[in-house]
């Protein structure tokens, strides 16, 4: 029996090992962040590469006998980082979160009242249910679809999506059109209701 007080999967040696990984991927990744950056924000060819990329990622990173929630899991991630890159380059092509002038800059607190606790409020309780409705929707949609697509009998959806080419596509459209929906859908809902 271990006295170890840390009850997760992990040890906290592996944490700390996965921190400083992190660190060192950081360390080579960062210099090439802005370059990154620009060509998702502004090449015309960048919504091919982001979302063919992680799709292949998702797609060819799992080649295991047995069933794992690992697989979906990271699908899923890589769904959404599509999905919130995909939301970027759309909102910097139709201008709806411009960057702020200096003139704007240095931003300040604004004064906490009740209209704007309401409005928080109002927003993020709206922002919740598009998202839940967007997923479910989303979910209702691309089950049938992908077993349609693949001939996986999908009267049974938990033991469909213990296939690897329905579960890979599931969640990788699912949460790449929930992380589209972050940071595109829900602040244009936001802009028309004038809560922005």
Not at 2 to 23: A, F, R
Not at 36 to 60: E, G, K, M, Q, W
Not at 73 to 87: F, P, S, Y
Request: net charge neutral; charged share 10%; with cysteine.
């Amino acid at each position: 029996m271990s006295c170890d007080p840390y009850k997760g999967e992990h040890t906290w040696q592996d944490v700390i090992v996965g921190i400083l990984y992190s660190i060192l991927i950081l360390f080579f990744f960062l210099p090439a962040l802005d370059m990154i950056d620009s060509f998702n924000l502004t090449c015309r060819y960048a919504p091919l590469i982001i979302v063919s990329i992680p799709l292949a990622l998702a797609i060819f990173s799992f080649t295991l006998d047995t069933w794992s929630t690992s697989r979906g899991d990271t699908a899923q991630i890589l769904g959404v980082g599509a999905g919130v890159a995909l939301a970027s380059h759309i909102n910097q092509l139709v201008g709806l979160v411009p960057d702020l002038t200096p003139d704007q800059l240095p931003l300040t607190v604004p004064v906490l009242t009740a209209g704007l606790v309401c409005a928080a409020v109002l927003r993020f309780v709206l922002g919740v249910v598009v998202l839940v409705a967007i997923r479910a929707l989303m979910k209702t949609i691309t089950i049938p679809l992908v077993c349609w697509v693949f001939r996986v009998p999908s009267l049974n959806v938990r033991k469909a999506r213990q296939h690897v080419e329905v579960e890979l596509p599931y969640r990788y459209i699912v949460y790449g059109a929930v992380g589209f929906s972050v940071l595109f859908l829900v602040p244009l809902l936001f802009t028309y209701l004038k809560l922005s």
